[in-house]
């Protein structure tokens, strides 16, 4: 199919921009570099640096690469930042959005597959977290993603443009080539394995005092590869709604720690800090509906083969693309 990528040069984006290369579509990426990298970008797919907020570029972009489904990578992910800076997420997350929306309806695409969050749930009483649990963002980031949500039922309804919305929980890991390479980085794994390679003398374990086994925050880890199948899935003719995409296993932030000693051999002093305004103590997916409804199945499950994943890239790319 004809595909166009918003964000096709960030994490995520990148990771399933080769991966549907290498399905056989024909992808054109769309990204403003802002938080993506040029070198991210599979030199299969089509490359236009363009910002959202720019509709007839990303008109423009839609119709030269005749785009029958459009996929929305191109969100600002920081939870502490979108608590002293809404207006950049509500602009970029939900503003720019509707610009992508109305170039989608403009130009005729059929389906839009959104990358949404755990972060929708807010803090859930129970786990693991179904896709009809109550919907209630406790920070800026998580409600944006959730008012695109609402937003998508809405064009649904009055234009009949489908959607497939996927919820991830903690995506980690890498491809042999492309990876996690954020500008400012505020992600666990990454963050142990720059401890690793000697980058940082000490990795921070926020909270040391929540209502789990050892303290400390758990969270339900999902390979980047398992979550790009995912997208291929959803292009699937009848395919469309919301997906929760975890592994249904959590790990703590400690036992997230030991793998990464245990994967790379390292020593990884931590330093135990207060609390980061925000956290849930658990988030684990139920992801039964993703697996029964689209047959989707994790490939790479464990956390052991997640960190070693990002460790191969981390030790080939120290210092990112
Ligand atoms: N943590 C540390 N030390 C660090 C970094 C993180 O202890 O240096 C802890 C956090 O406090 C949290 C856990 O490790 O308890 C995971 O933190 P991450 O920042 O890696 O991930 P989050 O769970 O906060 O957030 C991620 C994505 C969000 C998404 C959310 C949904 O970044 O975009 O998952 O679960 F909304």
Redesign the pocket.
């Known amino acids: 199919m004809n595909i166009l990528v918003a964000g096709g040069a960030g994490y995520i984006g990148s990771v399933f921009v080769e991966e549907a290369c290498n399905a056989g579509h024909n992808v054109t990426v769309f990204d403003s570099l802002v938080e993506g990298h040029r070198a991210a970008v599979n030199e299969r797919a089509r490359f236009v640096q363009g910002d959202l907020a720019d509709r007839a570029a990303t008109s423009q972009a839609l119709k030269e690469a005749q785009a029958e489904a459009v996929f929305y990578f191109a969100g600002f992910?920081m939870?502490g930042e979108s608590m002293t800076e809404p207006g950049k997420y509500f602009r970029n997350n939900v503003s720019n959005g509707i610009e992508l929306l109305e170039a989608c309806i403009e130009t005729g695409v059929k389906k839009i597959v959104f990358s949404s969050?755990?972060?929708v749930f807010g803090m859930p009483d129970r786990v693991p977290i179904e896709e009809d649990f109550p919907k209630q963002p406790v920070n800026a980031?998580?409600e944006s993603k959730l008012m695109f949500e609402t937003l998508l039922e809405w064009y649904r309804k009055i234009h009949g443009l489908n959607y497939v919305v996927f919820r991830?929980?903690?995506?980690a890991g890498a491809s042999a080539s492309r990876g996690e390479a954020h500008r400012i980085e505020?992600?666990?794994?990454p963050?142990?394995l720059k401890v690793a390679l000697g980058q940082k003398e000490n990795?921070?374990?926020?909270?040391t005092d929540y209502d789990t086994p050892d303290g400390?925050?758990i969270?339900d880890y999902i390979h980047v590869l398992d979550l790009a199948s995912s997208h291929l899935l959803a292009l699937k003719e009848g395919v469309s709604g919301s997906f929760n995409l975890g592994n249904g296993e959590g790990y703590s932030?400690r036992e997230?720690i030991d793998t990464c000693r245990k994967v790379t051999g390292r020593d990884i002093p931590v330093l135990e800090e207060p609390?980061?305004a925000g956290?849930p103590p658990r988030?684990i997916a139920s992801s039964r509906k993703a697996i029964t409804e689209l047959g989707w199945k994790p490939a790479h499950p464990t956390l052991e083969e997640i960190v070693t994943t990002a460790w191969h890239w981390h030790q080939s790319h120290p210092d990112g693309y």
């Open positions: 992910i939870v969050t755990a972060a980031y998580g991830y929980f903690n995506a505020t992600h666990l794994i963050n142990i990795c921070a374990i926020f909270g400390t925050c969270r932030v997230v609390r980061r956290d988030l």
